[in-house]
């Protein structure tokens, strides 16, 4: 089915067209009917599932009638950019029947925001932190709030803001159309929905899945080796976008460090930087200032980058939620990806998990000519290894490539068996 199936409006329908939507995404095609009938909706989607389209276009063509300039449309999102890439998708959609729409999340002055606000807007993104400011303030008027949005539920719970949301459901109308997002269900996402739904339907996408687009691959390593063999594993992928995931704040802040003194263009996402520093290093990814973004899971909450093509685990994620949301930033758009896992001794529990997730064995594999065995030097872990002798910006000589493209210095790498 296309777009035209949903009946949107006019001007809509040639915004969808502009931005090059041609088939509803699954998670389109299942809420967009139901979101429009008005009905409260429980949406259980990964990543990168097209699930903001999902509500967005029927909100506003809900909004595209009725009075403007008030506050008619609520979407919590757990991130600041993520409730700024909301605001993107909710500009670039509406502007053709002239919805204002605004982001309100903390870090910045909080002044600007009010001044948007008085001015009048039709849909406000915001971070639950913030919001609850202005909601103490009076600087912001939800008595004629239509629809709620909660977006990446899980991950708000994650991050502690359970208790925000709950004192922001209490300021809310009662009667409004609420919808919640999220890629899993833990017991106290249950306890919300039934909290703040009414009667509400459904919706599931594959359920705990990895892209097919993905391929997976685990690279036993020793702790105190991981570094050399992140740089090591660098060279040979030469092009691409390479998202790194590490598990703490810390270790992303050197990691990006020692990509760059190995002239690597890298950057960190972790949450030690301002709001102007985690812009400049999203907006440098997106637009390849930088090939490398090393991350933290919760600072990587709203990273919407198409072409991203490996994601590599520096450090293995606590769940397997954790794996299938990192893993998800890649094999996006009909592209293939690489997910590159660096795994120890200790983690074979959380591997066994996610083998268990995946129903299959994951691919061990070696980096040949890489020094396994090489003694501990805590000093060295963040050290410049030695250089191979090409540019990481060129093409290797002698090099191979991939199925889509992407240049492996001739070495490549050695598979193991399972």
Same mark, same amino acid.
């Given at each position: 089915?296309?777009?035209?199936?949903?009946?949107?409006?006019?001007?809509?329908?040639?915004?969808?067209?502009?931005?090059?939507?041609?088939?509803?995404?699954?998670?389109?095609?299942?809420?967009?009917?139901?979101?429009?009938?008005?009905?409260?909706?429980?949406?259980?989607?990964?990543?990168?599932?097209?699930?903001?389209?999902?509500?967005?276009?029927?909100?506003?063509?809900?909004?595209?009638?009725?009075?403007?300039?008030?506050?008619?449309?609520?979407?919590?999102?757990?991130?600041?950019?993520?409730?700024?890439?909301?605001?993107?998708?909710?500009?670039?959609?509406?502007?053709?029947?002239?919805?204002?729409?605004?982001?309100?999340?903390?870090?910045?002055?909080?002044?600007?925001?009010?001044?948007?606000?008085?001015?009048?807007?039709?849909?406000?993104?915001?971070?639950?932190?913030?919001?609850?400011?202005?909601?103490?303030?009076?600087?912001?008027?939800?008595?004629?709030?239509?629809?709620?949005?909660?977006?990446?539920?899980?991950?708000?719970?994650?991050?502690?803001?359970?208790?925000?949301?709950?004192?922001?459901?209490?300021?809310?109308?009662?009667?409004?159309?609420?919808?919640?997002?999220?890629?899993?269900?833990?017991?106290?996402?249950?306890?919300?929905?039934?909290?703040?739904?009414?009667?509400?339907?459904?919706?599931?996408?594959?359920?705990?899945?990895?892209?097919?687009?993905?391929?997976?691959?685990?690279?036993?390593?020793?702790?105190?080796?991981?570094?050399?063999?992140?740089?090591?594993?660098?060279?040979?992928?030469?092009?691409?976008?390479?998202?790194?995931?590490?598990?703490?704040?810390?270790?992303?802040?050197?990691?990006?460090?020692?990509?760059?003194?190995?002239?690597?263009?890298?950057?960190?996402?972790?949450?030690?930087?301002?709001?102007?520093?985690?812009?400049?290093?999203?907006?440098?990814?997106?637009?390849?200032?930088?090939?490398?973004? *090393?991350?933290?899971?919760?600072?990587?909450?709203?990273?919407?980058?198409?072409?991203?093509?490996?994601?590599?685990?520096?450090?293995?994620?606590?769940?397997?939620?954790?794996?299938?949301?990192?893993?998800?930033?890649?094999?996006?758009?009909?592209?293939?990806?690489?997910?590159?896992?660096?795994?120890?001794?200790?983690?074979?529990?959380?591997?066994?998990?996610?083998?268990?997730?995946?129903?299959?064995?994951?691919?061990?594999?070696? *980096?040949?000519?890489?020094?396994?065995?090489?003694?501990?030097?805590?000093?060295?872990?963040?050290?410049?290894?030695?250089?191979?002798?090409?540019?990481?910006?060129?093409?290797?000589?002698?090099?191979?490539?991939?199925?889509?493209?992407?240049?492996?210095?001739?070495?490549?790498?050695?598979?193991?068996?399972?």
């Amino acid at each position: 089915m296309g777009f035209k199936a949903f009946q949107f409006c006019d001007e809509i329908s040639e915004s969808i067209k502009a931005q090059g939507f041609v088939k509803p995404t699954p998670i389109q095609e299942k809420a967009i009917p139901i979101v429009m009938k008005g009905r409260d909706v429980v949406g259980l989607a990964q990543t990168g599932t097209g699930k903001t389209a999902a509500f967005v276009l029927p909100i506003l063509e809900r909004l595209n009638q009725g009075q403007r300039g008030k506050v008619r449309a609520l979407i919590i999102a757990p991130t600041r950019e993520l409730a700024g890439q909301i605001n993107d998708v909710v500009v670039s959609l509406g502007k053709s029947i002239g919805i204002k729409s605004m982001t309100i999340f903390g870090g910045v002055n909080i002044n600007p925001q009010m001044k948007n606000l008085r001015s009048g807007v039709d849909v406000v993104v915001a971070c639950p932190g913030r919001l609850l400011d202005h909601m103490n303030q009076k600087t912001i008027v939800l008595s004629h709030l239509e629809v709620l949005v909660l977006d990446e539920a899980d991950q708000m719970f994650d991050m502690g803001f359970l208790p925000d949301i709950r004192k922001i459901l209490k300021q809310v109308p009662k009667k409004r159309q609420t919808l919640l997002f999220s890629a899993t269900m833990p017991k106290e996402i249950q306890f919300l929905a039934q909290e703040c739904l009414t009667n509400p339907e459904t919706i599931e996408t594959a359920k705990n899945a990895a892209a097919v687009t993905v391929t997976h691959a685990l690279f036993p390593v020793s702790q105190h080796l991981k570094t050399e063999l992140l740089l090591q594993i660098m060279y040979k992928i030469g092009t691409g976008s390479v998202l790194v995931f590490t598990r703490t704040k810390h270790r992303a802040k050197r990691l990006a460090e020692t990509l760059v003194s190995a002239d690597f263009r890298a950057a960190s996402l972790q949450g030690n930087l301002s709001q102007a520093k985690r812009e400049k290093a999203l907006a440098g990814f997106r637009d390849g200032t930088f090939q490398v973004l *090393v991350a933290t899971d919760i600072a990587a909450r709203g990273i919407d980058v198409s072409q991203i093509s490996h994601v590599i685990n520096y450090d293995i994620p606590d769940t397997t939620d954790a794996y299938i949301h990192r893993i998800g930033r890649t094999g996006r758009a009909a592209r293939t990806g690489d997910a590159y896992t660096f795994v120890t001794a200790e983690d074979s529990g959380a591997v066994r998990a996610i083998e268990r997730v995946l129903k299959a064995s994951i691919e061990r594999r070696t *980096v040949e000519g890489f020094d396994y065995k090489a003694a501990e030097s805590k000093k060295n872990e963040f050290a410049r290894p030695s250089r191979p002798g090409q540019s990481s910006n060129r093409k290797p000589s002698g090099a191979g490539s991939t199925r889509d493209g992407r240049s492996f210095s001739a070495g490549g790498f050695r598979r193991k068996k399972s």
